[in-house]
């Protein structure tokens, strides 16, 4: 079935590192994938989408590009700070369906 | 503040119980999603509504259901809750069928004990 596959956590870096999620998927047709973030407390938010191949999502200065001949969306940044300290879930939606399907979640930790 | 509103915020209840979550969608939303989010699944998709009728069943145990009201608000009742109910129940609007771009509200927190 179709399915989304994260790096299991926590990922643990120091403030102005990079970062790397990794993010793959499986579907039976060409899905529109998602990265969200849930802070703290709060629901989850839209991150960066992309709905076609070769596309590139960005926000914040979060960036994740549509591989559809690797089947992956991995999220990176090229400096994180502290507040980006959350869990973050790739997620990916079929075309015509009403339902995203997430991975298990990746928490991020960002030390001074 | 996603504009999608749950509540309560937080629920603790004893087995067997039967308990109503709300959730009232962003303004001009007309689909809603119910998520439950646990240590063990993670995210799981329960159902979805469009403007009132149901569009889409996920992994929604039958001791559960919801509706979509005709102000467009949504309830899922929980009943006989076991411990394994315990989780974080999210809802989540988008304005069209298919949850291209859903918005998340916080979560009611269940505590079953």
């Known amino acids: 079935g179709d399915s989304v596959t994260q790096m299991e956590g926590p990922v643990t870096l120091s403030e102005e590192a990079f970062l790397t999620i990794n993010c793959t998927y499986t579907a039976t047709g060409y899905p529109s994938l998602f990265w969200y973030v849930q802070y703290p407390g709060e629901g989850l938010q839209l991150l960066l989408k992309?709905?076609?191949?070769?596309d590139k999502g960005s926000n914040k200065g979060f960036e994740a590009t549509y591989r559809k001949e690797t089947t992956s969306f991995h999220l990176e940044k090229g400096s994180v700070q502290v507040s980006d300290s959350a869990v973050y879930f790739c997620a990916l939606a079929l075309y015509n369906t009403d339902k995203l399907i997430f991975g298990t979640g990746t928490r991020l930790q960002v030390f001074p | 503040d996603s504009g999608v509103t749950q509540t309560p915020k937080h629920l603790i209840t004893a087995t067997g119980q039967r308990v109503t979550l709300r959730c009232s969608p962003r303004s001009g939303d007309l689909s809603v999603y119910w998520y439950q989010q646990s240590l063990d699944q993670g995210l799981q998709f329960l159902i979805q509504y469009y403007n009132g009728e149901e569009r889409a069943k996920g992994n929604i145990l039958e001791r559960f259901s919801a509706q979509q009201f005709p102000d467009l608000h949504s309830e899922l009742n929980l009943s006989s809750l076991e411990l394994g109910d315990s989780a974080l129940y999210f809802c989540?609007?988008?304005?069209?069928?298919?949850?291209?771009?859903?918005?998340f509200g916080q979560g009611t927190r269940l505590t079953v004990v």
């Open positions: 992309a709905t076609k191949a070769d």
């Open positions: 989540a609007s988008s304005v069209l069928q298919g949850a291209t771009e859903a918005f």
